[in-house]
Every structure is written in C-alpha cells, then in structure tokens.
C-alpha cells in the first residue's frame, strides 16, 4: 500500500510521518511511506488543512496529529 | 538539516567569533543592551501576557471546531460570508505560516476562490491572538488596536481588489472533493465554550493591567491596585470551569498544543529579542546601528518613511512575533509611529520566502499585484495612523 503524509516542513507534520513510520513498523505492512511537502501537491489532493494522511489515494485524516491506534486501524483495513 | 550546511553554519559561527572585536565599546555596550533587554521581556511580558496568550492560543487550536470556519472556504459558499470569515479566521486558524501556505492553496485551487484565499492569506498570520497581544502589551494598546483593526480591513479589501482584478481566471479553476478537518463530538454548548475563552482573555487582560498614568481618574488605579485578587479570582472560575466542562483528555490535548506553540515560539522570541537589542537597543540607549540612521530613514511621518517600511517589512522574514522587539527597538531609537504600524501590517504577512511560495500557487504577477496592494495599503495606513499618534 502507498501512505503519503501531506504537509510542510512544521512541527506536527513531521511527528505525523514519524507516528505513521513506527505504525507500518509495528503492524509490518508492505508499505511505500512518502512526505509531501511542495504546497501545490497537498492543494491537489483537495485538504484543507495540514498534516494530513492518504492511504492508497484516499485521504484518512486532516488537520491533526492522528493516533497510533488510528493509523493501525487503517493499515489494518 | 544537511551536513553542508551544519559545516557552513559552524565555519560561520567561528568566523563571527574570530574577527568580530568584541572587545569595542560599542560592540559591549549592544552585547549588554541584548540581555537587558532579555531580562525586560522576561521580567515584564512573560508570566502576565505571552504564557496566559499561549494558553488561549492552545485553547483555540482544540476546542473551536476547524470545520465550522472551513465550510466557508467551499466553492459553493455565499462570497460576503466567505471574505468576512476569511478576513477574521487569521485568529482562529493559524498561528505560523506553516499553516496557512496549504490552506491557502486549498481555497485557491478548490475552494472559493482567489478573493477569499489572499484574503486569509494576508489575515492568518496577521492577526493571531498572540501577534495582537504582544503587540498590545509591548508597543502600546493604541498599536495593538491599529494592527487588528488594520489587519482585518486590509485582508478584507485586498482579497476583493484581487477577486476584482482577476475576475476572469477564477473560472479555471479546478473542481473536485474538498476534506475539511473532523468536527469532534462536543459535549459542550457555545455559551459555555465563549465563556471559557473569555474568561482566559479577562486573566489576560488583568495580570497584565499596567500601572495608569499618575494623575488618572479613580477608576484605573482602583483597578491596578487590586489587579491580582481580580485575575485570581478569574483563574479560580477557570479552574471551576475546566473541572466542570471538560473530559480529562481534552485537558491533556489543551496543554499539549500550549505547550507546542511554546516550543515554536520561545525559542524564536528569545532570539529575536537579542538581535534586537544587540542592533538597536532598548529605548535611549544606544546599541550598535547609530540611533540617526534610523531617525534619517524610519523617523517622522513623510511618505518616504512610510513606503521604506512597509516594502523593508514585506521583504524582510520575521518568525512568529519577533517584529515586536524589533519594532520596539526600532522605535526606541526614533522610528515614527506611522512607519512602525506600517511594518506591522507589511511585515509578518509577507516576506521574501514566503513570496516564492505564493509564486509557486498563483503566479508571478498575482504575486506581484497581491505584495503591491499590501504595500501601498501599509503606507497609507501609516501615514494615517501617524497623522494622529504623531
């Protein structure tokens, strides 16, 4: 699966990839990890609000630093 | 951080320390102007206004729904509702450029369109609780009020100067599904919520109360007097309301993003109040600009002040809130109240980073157009503002 985390280079956007990285690790998914951080690109996804969390091209989470448990819970479905 | 550049930082570092004569008194009298100056913020400003401004701050980026102000971003929204939201939501949304860059992107692109995006573009860094607060404390409640004032307007107007000048290619833009941050479950009632930040802002507004000019009327020495027993009373409510209202997580998460906006901005305060002092020093002292330099090129109120300000600010990057001990500085060693609230409205909306990102999104010449507005509109808010405060 394809996990993008979307945001700039700020604070709550990096510990969302670093929540998301130990997810993977923890749940050992096959998965391609990527940080987005050119604006236009977050822009094409259509969020309004950063950090945010797309799985395979649908956007899980906007706006907020989810939680470990979310993230399984998505890894999982 | 790559490792060239850690080298280059530290080669830089050692050379600073290698030729710079420290041992001149001009250099020693900026170095002592830079920590007096530290210990005036620390003593003065930081237990009474930034850490209760930090608390409201956190407070807001929990407990106001994103979701509620975000809906008026859509394409579909009524345009008035869109830029008079967007020209507030500054204060609700976003506290760093961080922030704002993305969202600004996404109501361009996908949302309601150029107008309301630079609107919000220009207001979320502008008029954040912490920016006015500080500037309020520090500069003056008139400049405090001026720069909100000021700020809300000039989103406002700018961001229809901008739908009006580009009216034709708004219709190119792209459509498609929006996601907005959640709306969380909330057990709470409005009244109950606006009672909660009003009382945070009362503490403020209290433990900050500075001592009235001798000679006032009855009332605001009353006031000064018993200003502690007030904010303790206030904070005692407070204390009431948290224990009553609110689940012990959503107290976790009110301080963990206090405590975040902390990290943020601290560390960047701190440094900028030292290059302040150390360049220009508190008020009647000198540092290490000659105080005529400034009174040449930033005093008085002539329209040469004011435009120097405003394009300097919208050039120059200033990290969450350091303009104020900056403009402080500045204003210590003769810059003009015109030109100062000129920079303030210039400066934290823009800057030459910033410029390169917003080219990025829209274009060089929306671009262009939208830093001229900004500049233009500063000055002549400048020049107003310094007709009357002189």
Known sequence: MEIKVLGPGCTRCQQTEKIVREAVAEVSVEAQIEKITDTMKIAGYGVFGTPAVVIDGEVKSVGKIPSAEEIKAWLKS | ??????????????????????????????????????????????????????????????FVSQASVLKYFGARASKILSYSVASVSGSIL???????????????????????????????????????????????????LARAVGAIIFAFVTGLLMALIFRKDDAARTTGQIYVPDTDTRQRSLLQDSLYLLTMVLILVFASFARPAAGATSFWPMIFA????????????????????????????????????????????????????FLLGRPGHQALIPEHYVQTLLGGNSLWANLFASVAGALMYFATLTEIPILQGLIGSGMGKGPALALLLAGPALSLPNMLVIGSVMGVKKTAIFCGIIVIMSTIAGLIYGSFAG
């Open chain 2, 226 to 277: 018993y200003k502690w027993y007030i904010t303790a009373a206030f904070l005692m409510i407070l204390v009431f309301m948290v224990k009553a209202w609110f689940t012990k997580d959503e107290c976790v998460n009110w301080v963990d993003s206090t405590w975040g906006f902390m990290k943020q901005i601290f560390p960047l305060l701190i440094g900028g109040v030292l290059v302040a002092g």
């Open chain 2, 94 to 144: 976003a506290v760093c450029s961080c922030t704002v860059l993305p969202l600004f992107a996404g109501i361009y692109t996908r949302g309601a369109g150029i107008g309301p995006a630079t609107a919000f573009l220009y207001s979320g860094p502008a008029i954040n609780v912490l920016a006015i607060t500080l500037t309020a404390k520090v500069l003056g409640w008139q400049m405090g």
């Open chain 2, 1 to 62: 951080m790559k490792e060239r550049t850690k080298l280059l930082l530290i080669a830089g570092v050692f050379l600073a320390a290698y030729y710079i004569p420290w041992g001149h008194p001009v250099i020693r009298q900026s170095g002592l102007e830079a920590f007096i100056m530290l210990q005036e913020y620390t003593r003065e400003h930081v237990l009474t206004c930034l850490i209760p401004a930090f608390f409201i701050a956190g407070a807001i980026a929990v």
